[in-house]
């Protein structure tokens, strides 16, 4: 329940901030992050401990704490019922569109009267918005392809927005006593950076009992259908769950068509049929007696394999294919060749190579950062926060950094034998591809990173020529974030890949997989595309605090899409072997 408040609580905030209320939609925002990563959750402080219980979460104070029992009272919050009767305008999704606030939203609906995306479009189309001050033809142009790539966005979620919930609801799923099995499908088996709906499937002595459960679990809003073989459900967070119970001898195939994608089963379907079998959800099977059938003779199937996925890929003559690999880009020619990749895993990964802390714009301490990290078993990682010329994100100066690079030399002391940090950076790359920290400074560093950071609508060209002119400079280790899309709401800067992956692998730069779930960068396509060039991909999550940290799994999984192996990325390395790589 912590999220869907921590979402209203946001919608709270945007109401105030755009009505100029001073402090309080601070409050807000305060309670919603710290709900956000709160490990318990509110309804059940609530039982337990009642409103005190709330008030001692941080961030959450009296008043607020009333409000978090209003919702698990009522399921509602009267203050914000009120402000969307007074202000009936879609809030939360007019201010998602990149350059809009909540000012700009309530002005365009005191103005124009628009009240959702349609409205914004058909304003735009109709030239409303030139009259009003603020929105130059540029700006408009530029809105115009913003609210065209937010429509083609609703009904998209993040992975890394409803993974949690589905592994939770997995594990629920699992200790009901009448469950044989129990696993997730579809795009999110598949690690697809964005995802449409959760499929689960399950195997179960009784499925009535399983679905009675399911539709009960806490994070459900609405029940769609209910039924012994299948049942859908929408989750509070907004997204659709289908559970489906399947007959144990057809667990193999089950999984593995519902975990697709479509064109891999396409594929493997055809390779069925050229055997003269058939493959469906139910298994594959060898049609007895036939060959030139008569009408009316009833034909017999087999089932020659189903029961595992296993079985399945053998009998279908390749080898297992990981369910990252299985969007038929290749992967069926290689296992039927036995030359699949063994792909990285998570535990391959011995750091982390980006990260923020209090330095910049991150929240926590780089001793904070550091003891979170050695929690995940990692040998190393790299402290970069941002440089002096991104404003917004407090980038440090040049005397910042030398005091930065101190403290590091003190903790690292102190973690001798542990865990190493490594002294890091996340220069901006300015418009003429220089770096905004001069050279002599970069080479005292134990690691440099590129990003950038403004001037997105460059040409082709020019963005190419500025990334390489960066990447060439002797200091720079990794180019972070390379494209700079931010999911579900911008498209990257466009840049030749050909050239930047050639230049990558002539100037030992490293590619970055970002791993924060809005970023993704490079996308697996690109990743795929960069192993052919031979270079060498680096796993950062961009963490601005401790509890971003365990977002490096979907980097793996990007990593694993894009077929990497572990000797494929930086950071597999063991510490000194990545301390050598980076001093040459
Ligand atoms: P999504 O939900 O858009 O994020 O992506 P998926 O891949 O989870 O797609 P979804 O939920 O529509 O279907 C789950 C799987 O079921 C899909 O990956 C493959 C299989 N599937 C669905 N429809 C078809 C179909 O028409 N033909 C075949 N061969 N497989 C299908
Ligand atoms: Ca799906
Ligand atoms: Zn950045």
């Known amino acids: 329940m912590n999220r869907e408040i921590a979402k209203l609580f946001r919608l709270i905030a945007q109401y105030l901030y755009a009505q100029n209320i001073a402090f309080k939609p601070q409050a807000y925002e305060r309670a919603a992050q710290s709900l956000e990563i709160y490990e318990k959750d509110v309804s059940d402080v609530y039982h337990e401990h009642g409103l005190k219980g709330l008030n001692e979460i941080p961030g959450v104070g009296t008043a607020l704490a009333e409000k978090i029992q209003e919702y698990i009272r009522t399921k509602k919050i009267k203050q914000l019922e009120q402000l969307k009767k007074q202000f009936p305008f879609d809030m939360a999704s007019l201010s998602a569109i990149e350059g809009i606030g909540p000012k700009t939203a309530l002005k365009l609906y005191k103005t124009l009267k628009v009240k959702t995306l349609a409205d914004l479009e058909r304003a735009l189309a109709q ?10 033809k540029k700006t408009q142009e530029k809105l115009a392809t913003h609210v065209a790539f937010s429509k083609k966005s609703a009904g998209t979620f993040l992975l890394g927005a409803v993974y949690d919930d589905t592994l939770v609801m997995r594990k629920r799923m699992a200790r009901v006593p009448c469950v044989r099995a129990i696993e997730i499908a579809g795009s ?18 009784n499925p009535k009992a399983l679905m009675d459960y399911f539709v009960s679990l806490p994070t459900i809003v609405e029940i769609y259908a209910k039924g012994i073989t299948k049942s859908s459900v929408r989750l509070e967070s907004g997204i659709d769950v289908d559970l489906r119970v399947v007959p144990s001898e057809s667990w193999g195939a089950a999984l593995n068509y519902f975990t697709g994608s479509k064109e891999h089963n396409v594929a493997l379907r055809e390779i069925a049929i050229s055997k003269g079998w058939k493959l469906n959800e ?8 036939q060959r030139g059938p008569k009408r009316g003779t009833a034909h017999k199937e087999i089932m020659i394999a189903g029961k595992t996925e296993e079985e399945l890929y053998e009998k279908l003559g390749m080898d297992y294919i990981e369910p990252e690999m299985r969007e038929n880009q290749g992967e069926i020619e290689m296992a039927q060749k036995g030359t699949l990749p063994e792909l990285v895993k998570l535990q391959d990964i011995n750091g982390d190579l980006q990260m923020h802390s209090t330095w910049s714009d991150g929240k ?35 005397r910042q950094i030398i005091r930065q690079m101190k403290e590091i030399d003190l903790l690292n002391k102190k973690l001798a034998g542990t865990l190493r940090i490594l002294k890091g950076l996340e220069v901006n790359i300015l418009k003429n591809g220089l770096l905004d920290i001069p050279d002599v400074l970069l080479a005292k560093m ?12 460059m040409s082709k060209r020019d963005m190419t020529e500025r990334v390489m002119r960066a990447m060439k400079n002797p200091h720079v280790d990794i180019l972070f974030h390379p494209t700079g899309r931010l999911l579900l709401q911008r498209e990257g800067y466009e840049l030749d890949f050909e050239k930047v992956f050639a230049c990558a692998k002539q100037t030992k730069t490293a590619i970055e997989i970002n791993a924060f779930p809005n970023r993704l960068d490079v996308n ?48 597999t390395k063991l510490s000194a072997q990545l301390i050598a790589f980076l001093q040459t």
């Open 188 to 205: 999110i088996r598949r690690m697809k950076e964005t995802v449409h709906d959760i499929d689960m499937l399950a195997v179960s002595e």
């Open 524 to 571: 697996a396509n690109l990743t795929r595309m960069g192993k052919d060039f031979g270079i060498l991909f680096s796993l950062g999550t961009d963490s601005h605090t401790t509890h971003q940290l365990d977002v490096m799994r979907f980097g793996v999984g990007v990593a694993r899409r894009g077929w990497l192996e572990a000797k494929n990325i930086l950071n």
């Open 446 to 457: 134990d690691m440099v990173g590129a990003a950038v950071h403004s001037h997105f609508s």
């Open 127 to 136: 030239k409303k918005l030139e009259h009003i001050k603020g929105f130059g």
């Open 364 to 398: 926590n301490t780089i001793q904070e950062m550091a003891m979170a990290a050695l929690q995940l078993g990692y040998a190393y990682i790299a402290i970069t926060d941002h440089t002096k010329s991104l404003g917004i994100a407090a980038g440090m100066d040049e």
């Open 282 to 289: 139910y298994g594959l099977f060898k049609i007895a007696g």
